[in-house]
T-cell receptor, first 114, second 112 residues
């Protein structure tokens, strides 16, 4: 399967713990996006990378959130000191830079903070 | 700022019924418009798109026309199937932006 893969698919953690999600994009895609989706809502943009450069961050991305894409391939999204309000589905998507809006999404990583 | 508003679901139809899911948007300039679909247990996938006014996007029997005058991009299908049961998201990308703004999604349930 050469689609976007995310790991883990589901993470349950206690409030205050740190969690990290990984995304492996489609190999030839140079753009990688992170979105957050809560139940019954549409995805909300968090941040995106072009190659290894993080080019834009939403104001939704508080100081407790950090994303990296060190070699321009896979990406990680870390949430420090989790809060119950962080419970959501975290979606990763990738695209070619010139394919504006044509994103390929992974199945998501569901976070539950107890 | 940019925003997308979709009709609330769920929308429940019988097989072979006509489908319309309304979508309106607010944006500066001339955005590109998209419909994404999320089948149960799967990631979102692009269904169709339109990049300028009066363009019609189409795929798998679904159609949507970019109406600048009414800032709308309604999704239609003439005859739905049970396999069309999914959540449908309308989205836009502004000319100056690099990310998508999504609507809240509309769940479609098609009964045999």
């Amino acid at each position: 399967d050469t689609g976007v893969s995310q790991d883990p698919r589901h993470k349950i953690t206690k409030r205050g713990q740190n969690v990290t999600f990984r995304c492996d994009p489609i190999s030839e895609h140079n753009r990688l996006y992170w979105y957050r989706q809560t139940l019954g809502q549409g995805p909300e943009f968090l941040t995106y990378f072009q190659n290894e450069a993080q080019l834009e961050k939403s104001r939704l991305l508080s100081d407790r959130f950090s994303a990296e894409r060190p070699k321009g391939s896979f990406s990680t999204l870390e949430i420090q000191r989790t809060e119950q309000g962080d419970s959501a589905m975290y979606l990763c998507a990738s695209s070619l830079a010139q394919a504006y809006g044509e994103l390929f999404f992974g199945e998501g990583s569901r976070l539950t903070v107890l | 700022g940019n925003s997308v508003t979709q009709m609330e679901g769920p929308v429940t139809l019988s097989e072979e019924a006509f489908l319309t899911i309304n979508c309106t948007y607010t944006a500066t300039g001339y955005p590109s418009l998209f419909w994404y679909v999320q089948y149960p247990g799967e990631g979102l996938q692009l269904l169709l798109k339109a990049t300028k006014a009066d363009d019609k996007g189409s795929n798998k029997g679904f159609e949507a026309t970019y109406r600048k005058e009414t800032t709308s991009f309604h999704l239609e299908k003439g005859s739905v199937q049970v396999s069309d049961s999914a959540v449908y998201f309308c989205a836009l990308r502004s000319p100056a932006g690099n990310m998508l703004t999504f609507g809240g999604g509309t769940r479609l349930m098609v009964k045999p």
